[in-house]
């Protein structure tokens, strides 16, 4: 028997079988199906390409992407990048999906906190504070996002206006024209000091894990935080310095009947940035809760028979655990907070959809319309997936 598991002729794979051109071979049934399955798609997508260029010949209508480069006569009350009603559709469009990713990219950071400190605070031993955060995610899941964001621009609107403003702190005021925050008239130097911050921070983690590699080959530690203090803090400072130093605040004061000066923040904004937060925090804190319930009781004993206190306990053993159960259902809440914001229409805040839809009524490009405001939102929800499948890798447990 021993002869026989040595010999190399026993070692070797069976020959695979050939595939018959036969309706009884399984493999020659797939390959049939799928070639019937795609050509039934194929012909599907043919025939509403071709019926919809038909029909909009017969009727004139004219098609493509020409009309991007007419002038676009679209005023844009908010805009990250130099604007005028002057501009091209291109560029109104290019406004429209920049302030939709400055809703969604706040808007996600937000919710995400939010969403974490409520969820941690529905556990709390604490009787009150976990009643609250429990009505709290109750109310908000059972109310519709519309409703929502409807009741928060109709609260914004019946603030006092500027000259009664709520004055908080020093250098805020909220009124009925919007939030206004203190802020620093921005110069090249900033920027270039920014892109330091980014680079810094970026080669600190490349840092950290190397040391991280070395120490677990020889076993020496090594202190990661003066480099990391030195990228991230010293390497902007000594940009910004270099420079010549610029820094003058720009603080808000109320000239005649508005403010002038500082940080604007549009009631339109606003409101749509506390909707979406609000909402979608309460979805992520019933997420965060179920991933730290799914860390076995185990984990807090041994913990706390270390007489490691309940905060550290929290943040270093059961969260890192729990994320491996969060971060999936996390992903989708992310997605829904990003395409939720096309609701931003209902309350008058110029997002892709609603400058898509003025630029469609003025140029009559419905289909380049809506395949824009597809291709934006597609894009942007494959970004999100794509980073938080990696993410979600990096922390999944490897079976060896």
Known sequence: MSDMASDPRFLRAPPKRGMRLSWADERFRAIIWQVLIVGVVVGIVWWLVGNTRHNLEVRRIATGFGFLSREAGLPIAEHLIPYTPASTYARALLVGVLNTLKVAV???????????????????KNWLLSRIAATYIEVIRDLPLLLQLLFWYTAMQMLPGPRQALHPVEGVFLSNRGLRLPWIQWEDAHSFALLGLVAGAVVSVFYARNARAKQMQ??????????????????????????????????????????QGGLTVSPEYFALLIGLV??????????????????????????????????????LIVLPQALRVIVPPM????????????????????????IANTTLNQTGQAIEGIAIIMAVYLTISLSISLFMNWYNARIALVER
């Open 106 to 124: 706040i808007g996600i950071v937000l919710a995400t906190v939010l969403g974490t400190l409520i969820g941690i605070a529905r556990l709390s």
């Open 218 to 259: 020889d076993g020496q530690p090594r202190k990661v935080w003066p480099v990391a203090v030195g990228l991230v803090i010293g390497l902007p400072l000594v940009i910004w310095a270099a420079w010549g130093a610029p820094f003058q605040g720009d603080i808000p004061a109320l000239r005649g009947f508005n403010f």
């Open 278 to 315: 609000t909402y979608t925090a309460g979805f992520i804190a019933e997420i965060v809760r179920a991933g730290i319930q799914a860390v076995p009781q185990g984990q807090w004993e041994a913990s706390e028979a270390l007489g490691l206190p309940r905060g550290r306990i929290m943040r």
């Open 331 to 354: 992903t989708s809440q992310y997605l829904n907070l990003t395409k939720n914001s096309s609701l931003a229409v209902a309350i008058g805040y110029q997002d892709i959809v609603s």
